[in-house]
């Protein structure tokens, strides 16, 4: 199967899943063209098929609920319970049973395609380096959540300076389309649940975000409340890409709300999964980070070193597998995670060259 119909393949097992954007697929597809990293993010689903053909031993590594489609944009930052700022993976649409090895290789190449196009200036050596030295720390200490401090220190802890939220995110929202037809019940329930009062007023708009989630029905209410805007987002959950390669059908996402509630993490309240639909808090300050984004002038090696950190966080979701991945890695030489992620990446460049090109 080549990426033509490994992608026909998948878009027409997902319909059967769930309901689908079709011009957002399109949308999706031309996106993908653009350049191998954001066809890496695209196409989870076929990085699945060829882990499975290429991944060899690491492949049988001990499994945890992992991330899945994890990359270096796979982080932003939420509030908590209290108001903290946090920051952390942000993204578990494909969550699910996997080796550790998964998370991290997949993570490595995306490091590796973003240095071979200038995203990022540190070398992969010192990139796996850091990451890895974080995530087995983190495992042997059993855990380390992000809780940033406020003022000027707001993102010290991962090498960041500064981090501004942006000036039109309320602007851009509004100017979404209105949604003319009833949104479902369990959205509408959803809604009432998350809001600050039952009872307030809002308007209902479609919203176009991600790359792997192109296509994916969203919903966002929008409210004036005490003075300002609140929103909330309903995206229909679509099941991860493994279930695809086994042949599995099946409706919603039975892993998202098991990796948030075993994370080890301050959690975001108004991010949980309601039935078939992911909720969450829109607002500027929960949002993901992407790394093209962020200031130029940054500590790479504790950036990604967080992320190691933050992986390890939401692999000690799966407790038992802790002291088994700290002997896996043990025994591992140590470039094994960059050779891995130049293999790996070669091989997801090839793939982009041939869906270009089609």
């Given amino acids: 199967m080549d990426i033509q119909s ?3 393949s998948y878009e027409a097992w997902l319909r059967q899943c769930a309901p689908i954007v079709a011009s957002q697929l ?15 993010r695209g196409t989870f689903y076929r990085w699945t098929q060829l882990w499975a053909s290429e991944a060899g031993e690491l492949a049988r590594a001990p499994k945890v609920l992992a991330v899945g489609d994890l990359h270096i944009d796979s982080f932003g930052t939420w509030r908590d319970v209290e108001g903290r700022m946090c920051w952390g993976v942000d993204d578990f649409d494909d969550a699910g049973p996997l080796p550790y090895t998964n998370d991290l290789v997949r993570w490595a190449a995306s490091l590796k395609i973003a240095i071979d196009h200038g995203t990022t200036t540190i070398s ?7 990451f890895l030295e974080r995530y087995a720390a983190t495992l042997r200490r059993g855990g380390d959540p992000f809780v940033l401090a406020e003022g000027k220190e707001h993102m010290d802890k991962l090498g960041i300076s500064e981090l501004k939220p942006p000036d039109d995110f309320w602007r851009k929202l509004k100017g979404l389309p209105a949604v003319r037809h009833p949104v479902p019940a369990a959205v509408a329930r959803a ?19 991600g790359t792997g989630s192109l296509g994916q029905v969203r919903y966002v209410a929008i409210a004036e409340w005490d003075g300002g805007c609140v929103a909330r987002e309903a995206k229909a959950l679509v099941p991860p890409a493994c279930d695809w390669v086994a042949g599995v059908r099946r409706r919603g996402q039975p892993y998202y709300a098991r990796a948030l509630d075993s994370a080890v993490r301050s959690r975001d309240p108004f991010h949980c999964v309601a039935g078939a639909w992911l909720v969450r808090r829109l607002s500027p300050d929960s949002n993901p980070i992407l790394i093209a984004d962020l200031p130029k002038k940054r500590d790479e ?3 990604l070193g967080a992320m190691g950190a933050e992986t390890a966080n939401v692999h000690l979701g799966s407790p ?8 896996d890695l043990r025994r591992r030489p140590s470039n094994w995670l960059r050779r891995s992620a130049k293999a790996m990446a070669k091989i997801v460049e090839r793939e982009w060259k041939q869906y270009r090109n089609a």
């Fill in 6 to 8: 490994a992608t026909r």
């Fill in 26 to 40: 399109s949308d999706k597809h031309e996106q993908m063209r653009e350049d191998p990293f954001v066809f890496l």
């Fill in 124 to 130: 992969l050596r010192d990139g796996c380096d850091a």
């Fill in 191 to 209: 809604f009432r649940e998350t809001l600050p009062s039952p009872r307030i007023g809002y308007r209902v708009v479609r919203r176009e975000a």
């Fill in 301 to 303: 090696s504790v950036l």
């Fill in 320 to 327: 038992r597998q802790r002291r088994p991945i700290l002997a």
